[in-house]
Protein backbone atom coordinates (compact mmCIF):
# COMPACT_ATOMS: atom_id res chain seq x y z
CA UNK A 1 0.00 0.00 0.00
CA UNK A 2 1.71 3.26 -0.87
CA UNK A 3 0.24 6.80 -0.32
CA UNK A 4 2.24 10.19 -1.23
CA UNK A 5 1.44 13.63 -0.15
CA UNK A 6 3.61 15.48 -2.02
CA UNK A 7 4.89 15.62 -5.77
CA UNK A 8 8.18 14.31 -4.66
CA UNK A 9 7.18 10.68 -3.13
CA UNK A 10 9.91 8.66 -1.44
CA UNK A 11 9.96 5.40 -3.49
CA UNK A 12 9.92 1.80 -1.58
CA UNK A 13 10.65 -0.90 -3.72
CA UNK A 14 7.93 -3.79 -2.96
CA UNK A 15 9.14 -7.51 -2.42
CA UNK A 16 6.34 -8.58 -4.35
CA UNK A 17 7.93 -8.47 -7.74
CA UNK A 18 11.39 -9.46 -8.99
CA UNK A 19 11.31 -13.52 -8.19
CA UNK A 20 7.84 -14.64 -9.04
CA UNK A 21 7.91 -15.27 -12.82
CA UNK A 22 6.61 -12.36 -13.72
CA UNK A 23 3.44 -12.41 -12.06
CA UNK A 24 3.42 -8.81 -10.64
CA UNK A 25 5.29 -7.44 -13.68
CA UNK A 26 3.07 -5.10 -14.90
CA UNK A 27 1.59 -2.03 -13.56
CA UNK A 28 -1.95 0.29 -14.86
CA UNK A 29 -1.64 3.88 -14.03
CA UNK A 30 -4.98 5.21 -13.96
CA UNK A 31 -4.62 9.59 -13.76
CA UNK A 32 -7.57 10.87 -11.88
CA UNK A 33 -9.12 14.04 -12.03
CA UNK A 34 -13.12 13.93 -10.21
CA UNK A 35 -13.66 10.37 -11.26
CA UNK A 36 -15.51 9.53 -8.21
CA UNK A 37 -18.50 7.71 -10.60
CA UNK A 38 -16.12 5.58 -12.14
CA UNK A 39 -13.15 4.82 -9.67
CA UNK A 40 -14.10 1.95 -7.84
CA UNK A 41 -15.59 -0.15 -11.02
CA UNK A 42 -12.27 0.63 -13.03
CA UNK A 43 -10.25 -0.67 -10.36
CA UNK A 44 -12.79 -3.69 -9.37
CA UNK A 45 -12.98 -4.45 -13.11
CA UNK A 46 -8.94 -4.71 -13.11
CA UNK A 47 -8.35 -6.32 -10.42
CA UNK A 48 -11.09 -9.17 -11.68
CA UNK A 49 -9.32 -10.00 -14.44
CA UNK A 50 -7.37 -13.15 -14.82
CA UNK A 51 -3.79 -11.63 -15.81
CA UNK A 52 -2.52 -9.87 -12.28
CA UNK A 53 -1.94 -6.39 -12.91
CA UNK A 54 -1.08 -3.56 -10.03
CA UNK A 55 -2.62 -0.37 -10.17
CA UNK A 56 -1.61 3.53 -9.46
CA UNK A 57 -4.28 5.71 -9.49
CA UNK A 58 -2.18 9.42 -9.87
CA UNK A 59 -4.82 12.07 -8.60
CA UNK A 60 -4.35 15.67 -8.70
CA UNK A 61 -5.98 16.17 -5.70
CA UNK A 62 -9.94 15.95 -6.84
CA UNK A 63 -12.46 18.11 -5.07
CA UNK A 64 -14.46 15.62 -5.40
CA UNK A 65 -12.89 13.08 -3.30
CA UNK A 66 -11.53 10.36 -5.44
CA UNK A 67 -8.59 10.03 -3.64
CA UNK A 68 -10.18 9.34 -0.49
CA UNK A 69 -12.02 6.39 -2.21
CA UNK A 70 -9.10 5.07 -3.19
CA UNK A 71 -7.59 5.02 0.18
CA UNK A 72 -11.00 3.05 1.29
CA UNK A 73 -10.26 0.61 -1.40
CA UNK A 74 -6.61 -0.03 -0.46
CA UNK A 75 -6.90 -1.96 2.10
CA UNK A 76 -8.75 -4.30 0.19
CA UNK A 77 -6.02 -5.37 -2.63
CA UNK A 78 -2.65 -4.68 -0.10
CA UNK A 79 0.32 -4.15 -2.39
CA UNK A 80 -1.68 -4.19 -5.61
CA UNK A 81 -3.58 -1.00 -5.37
CA UNK A 82 -1.15 2.15 -4.83
CA UNK A 83 -2.27 5.66 -4.59
CA UNK A 84 0.01 8.87 -5.71
CA UNK A 85 -1.47 12.19 -4.85
CA UNK A 86 -0.85 15.51 -6.30
CA UNK A 87 -1.13 19.15 -5.04
CA UNK A 88 -3.46 20.32 -7.89
CA UNK A 89 -4.61 19.56 -11.20
CA UNK A 90 -1.47 19.69 -13.73
CA UNK A 91 -2.75 17.96 -16.90
CA UNK A 92 -2.49 14.75 -17.03
CA UNK A 93 1.12 14.61 -18.93
CA UNK A 94 2.86 15.73 -15.74
CA UNK A 95 0.64 12.96 -13.57
CA UNK A 96 2.29 10.09 -15.65
CA UNK A 97 5.30 10.95 -15.35
CA UNK A 98 5.17 11.08 -11.97
CA UNK A 99 3.56 7.64 -12.38
CA UNK A 100 6.33 6.54 -14.42
CA UNK A 101 9.00 7.70 -12.15
CA UNK A 102 7.44 5.95 -9.65
CA UNK A 103 6.89 2.19 -11.51
CA UNK A 104 10.62 2.45 -12.54
CA UNK A 105 11.31 2.54 -9.15
CA UNK A 106 9.63 0.15 -8.01
CA UNK A 107 10.80 -2.21 -10.89
CA UNK A 108 7.95 -2.80 -12.75
CA UNK A 109 8.59 -4.57 -16.39
CA UNK A 110 5.40 -3.30 -18.39
CA UNK A 111 3.80 -0.23 -17.79
CA UNK A 112 0.46 0.95 -19.04
CA UNK A 113 -1.47 4.13 -18.99
CA UNK A 114 -5.48 4.22 -19.06
CA UNK A 115 -8.16 6.36 -18.50
CA UNK A 116 -10.70 5.97 -15.49
CA UNK A 117 -13.62 5.98 -17.56
CA UNK A 118 -13.79 2.93 -18.77
CA UNK A 119 -13.58 4.43 -22.86
CA UNK A 120 -10.44 1.85 -22.94
CA UNK A 121 -11.53 -1.54 -22.44
CA UNK A 122 -9.79 -3.03 -19.48
CA UNK A 123 -10.54 -6.44 -20.67
CA UNK A 124 -8.18 -5.51 -23.64
CA UNK A 125 -5.30 -5.05 -20.92
CA UNK A 126 -4.12 -8.67 -21.87
CA UNK A 127 -3.72 -7.67 -25.10
CA UNK A 128 -2.00 -5.03 -24.93
CA UNK A 129 0.19 -6.68 -22.52
CA UNK A 130 1.14 -9.41 -24.63
CA UNK A 131 1.53 -7.55 -27.95
CA UNK A 132 4.28 -5.37 -25.68
CA UNK A 133 5.85 -8.71 -23.94
CA UNK A 134 6.23 -9.71 -27.96
CA UNK A 135 7.72 -6.50 -29.27
CA UNK A 136 9.95 -5.17 -26.14
CA UNK A 137 8.80 -1.96 -27.26
CA UNK A 138 5.41 0.23 -27.25
CA UNK A 139 1.63 -1.42 -27.67
CA UNK A 140 -1.29 0.96 -28.35
CA UNK A 141 -4.55 -0.18 -27.87
CA UNK A 142 -5.89 2.01 -31.16
CA UNK A 143 -9.18 2.67 -32.60
CA UNK A 144 -7.94 3.38 -36.00
CA UNK A 145 -6.34 0.34 -37.42
CA UNK A 146 -9.09 -0.68 -39.35
CA UNK A 147 -11.45 2.31 -40.12
CA UNK A 148 -12.97 4.22 -36.99
CA UNK A 149 -13.56 1.95 -34.10
CA UNK A 150 -15.80 4.45 -31.55
CA UNK A 151 -18.88 4.33 -29.79
CA UNK A 152 -20.62 6.90 -28.52
CA UNK A 153 -18.51 9.99 -29.77
CA UNK A 154 -19.95 12.98 -31.35
CA UNK A 155 -19.39 12.71 -35.01
CA UNK A 156 -17.58 16.51 -34.36
CA UNK A 157 -15.17 14.51 -31.63
CA UNK A 158 -14.88 11.37 -34.05
CA UNK A 159 -13.88 14.06 -36.76
CA UNK A 160 -11.13 15.83 -34.55
CA UNK A 161 -9.49 13.29 -33.48
CA UNK A 162 -8.99 11.00 -36.73
CA UNK A 163 -7.98 13.94 -38.36
CA UNK A 164 -5.58 14.59 -35.76
CA UNK A 165 -4.30 11.55 -36.35
CA UNK A 166 -4.03 11.78 -40.08
CA UNK A 167 -2.20 15.39 -39.49
CA UNK A 168 0.42 13.81 -37.09
CA UNK A 169 0.90 11.15 -39.39
CA UNK A 170 1.35 13.70 -42.09
CA UNK A 171 3.49 15.70 -40.53
CA UNK A 172 6.02 13.57 -38.51
CA UNK A 173 6.05 10.58 -41.21
CA UNK A 174 5.21 8.36 -38.36
CA UNK A 175 3.35 5.20 -39.15
CA UNK A 176 0.92 4.63 -36.58
CA UNK A 177 -2.70 4.99 -37.24
CA UNK A 178 -4.14 6.70 -33.74
CA UNK A 179 -1.41 8.88 -32.29
CA UNK A 180 -3.28 10.61 -29.48
CA UNK A 181 -4.39 7.15 -28.03
CA UNK A 182 -4.12 7.24 -24.35
CA UNK A 183 -4.35 3.28 -23.51
CA UNK A 184 -0.82 2.26 -24.30
CA UNK A 185 2.01 -0.30 -22.62
CA UNK A 186 5.45 0.26 -22.23
CA UNK A 187 8.53 -1.73 -22.37
CA UNK A 188 10.45 -0.31 -18.85
CA UNK A 189 13.43 0.03 -21.05
CA UNK A 190 11.29 2.68 -23.52
CA UNK A 191 10.75 4.47 -20.28
CA UNK A 192 14.60 4.72 -19.18
CA UNK A 193 15.78 5.50 -22.62
CA UNK A 194 13.31 8.66 -23.92
CA UNK A 195 14.41 11.72 -21.62
CA UNK A 196 10.98 11.70 -19.16
CA UNK A 197 12.56 15.32 -17.67
CA UNK A 198 12.30 16.80 -21.23
CA UNK A 199 8.82 15.75 -21.84
CA UNK A 200 7.30 19.23 -22.01
CA UNK A 201 3.29 18.93 -23.21
CA UNK A 202 0.85 17.95 -21.26
CA UNK A 203 -2.67 16.93 -22.96
CA UNK A 204 -2.94 15.29 -26.97
CA UNK A 205 -0.09 16.42 -27.46
CA UNK A 206 1.33 14.05 -24.19
CA UNK A 207 0.82 11.15 -26.15
CA UNK A 208 2.05 12.20 -29.63
CA UNK A 209 5.42 13.11 -27.82
CA UNK A 210 5.55 9.51 -26.28
CA UNK A 211 4.93 7.75 -29.49
CA UNK A 212 7.28 10.15 -31.47
CA UNK A 213 10.22 9.69 -29.35
CA UNK A 214 9.85 5.82 -28.90
CA UNK A 215 9.94 5.70 -32.47
CA UNK A 216 12.46 8.47 -32.96
CA UNK A 217 14.42 6.02 -30.39
CA UNK A 218 14.19 3.15 -32.49
CA UNK A 219 11.52 1.03 -30.44
CA UNK A 220 9.26 -1.41 -32.24
CA UNK A 221 5.48 0.15 -32.18
CA UNK A 222 2.62 -2.24 -32.35
CA UNK A 223 -0.72 -1.21 -32.43
CA UNK A 224 -3.65 -3.39 -31.18
CA UNK A 225 -7.44 -2.55 -32.37
CA UNK A 226 -9.60 -1.73 -29.36
CA UNK A 227 -13.41 -0.44 -29.56
CA UNK A 228 -13.30 3.11 -27.68
CA UNK A 229 -16.23 3.81 -26.15
CA UNK A 230 -17.21 7.78 -25.11
CA UNK A 231 -17.53 7.44 -20.76
CA UNK A 232 -20.72 7.13 -19.49
CA UNK A 233 -20.31 8.02 -15.89
CA UNK A 234 -18.37 11.94 -15.22
CA UNK A 235 -17.47 14.40 -17.63
CA UNK A 236 -14.51 15.10 -20.07
CA UNK A 237 -11.60 17.46 -19.48
CA UNK A 238 -11.17 17.55 -23.00
CA UNK A 239 -9.99 21.94 -23.40
CA UNK A 240 -9.31 24.10 -26.31
CA UNK A 241 -6.26 24.55 -24.55
CA UNK A 242 -5.28 21.07 -25.25
CA UNK A 243 -6.29 20.96 -28.80
CA UNK A 244 -4.07 24.04 -29.83
CA UNK A 245 -1.36 22.69 -27.57
CA UNK A 246 -1.30 19.19 -30.31
CA UNK A 247 -2.34 21.36 -32.96
CA UNK A 248 1.41 23.56 -32.92
CA UNK A 249 3.22 20.21 -30.26
CA UNK A 250 3.35 18.29 -34.02
CA UNK A 251 5.09 20.95 -35.88
CA UNK A 252 7.52 22.12 -32.15
CA UNK A 253 8.12 17.85 -32.16
CA UNK A 254 9.05 17.72 -35.78
CA UNK A 255 11.46 20.61 -35.87
CA UNK A 256 12.58 19.56 -32.85
CA UNK A 257 13.62 16.57 -33.68
CA UNK A 258 16.03 18.05 -36.96
CA UNK A 259 18.25 19.20 -33.81
CA UNK A 260 18.26 16.01 -31.86
CA UNK A 261 20.43 13.15 -31.78
CA UNK A 262 18.30 10.16 -30.66
CA UNK A 263 21.13 7.42 -28.93
CA UNK A 264 19.44 4.25 -27.75
N1 LIG B 1 -4.23 13.38 -12.63
C1 LIG B 1 -4.88 13.98 -13.64
N2 LIG B 1 -5.73 13.26 -14.40
C2 LIG B 1 -6.38 13.89 -15.43
C3 LIG B 1 -6.21 15.26 -15.71
N3 LIG B 1 -6.99 15.58 -16.78
C4 LIG B 1 -7.61 14.43 -17.15
N4 LIG B 1 -7.26 13.40 -16.33
C5 LIG B 1 -7.67 11.99 -16.39
O1 LIG B 1 -7.23 11.52 -17.65
C6 LIG B 1 -8.16 10.59 -18.19
C7 LIG B 1 -8.67 11.11 -19.55
O2 LIG B 1 -9.40 12.31 -19.38
P1 LIG B 1 -10.82 12.59 -20.05
O3 LIG B 1 -11.43 13.75 -19.37
O4 LIG B 1 -11.63 11.34 -20.09
O5 LIG B 1 -10.38 13.03 -21.51
P2 LIG B 1 -11.10 12.67 -22.89
O6 LIG B 1 -11.28 11.18 -22.91
O7 LIG B 1 -10.14 13.18 -23.90
O8 LIG B 1 -12.40 13.39 -22.88
C8 LIG B 1 -9.26 10.45 -17.14
O9 LIG B 1 -8.95 9.35 -16.32
C9 LIG B 1 -9.16 11.76 -16.36
O10 LIG B 1 -9.65 11.68 -15.04
C10 LIG B 1 -5.32 16.02 -14.87
O11 LIG B 1 -5.10 17.21 -15.02
N5 LIG B 1 -4.70 15.33 -13.86
MG1 LIG C 1 -12.35 10.09 -21.58
Not at 55 to 76: C, F, M, Y
Request: hydrophobic share 40%; net charge positive.
Amino acid sequence: MTQYLNNKPQFQKSPLRGDLGGLFDSLVIIPTYNEIENIENIIRCVFSLEKQFHILIVDDNSPDGTAKKVAELQPEFPDALHLLNRKGKEGLGKAYLAGFDWALAQGYEYIIEMDADFSHPPHDLPKLYEACVKNQGMSIGSRYVKGVNVVNWPMSRILLSYCASKYVRLITGMKVHDSTAGFVCYYKKVLQTIPLNKIKFKGYAFQIEMKFKTWKYGFEITEVPIVFTDRREGTSKMSSGIIKEALFGVIELKIGSWFTRYKN
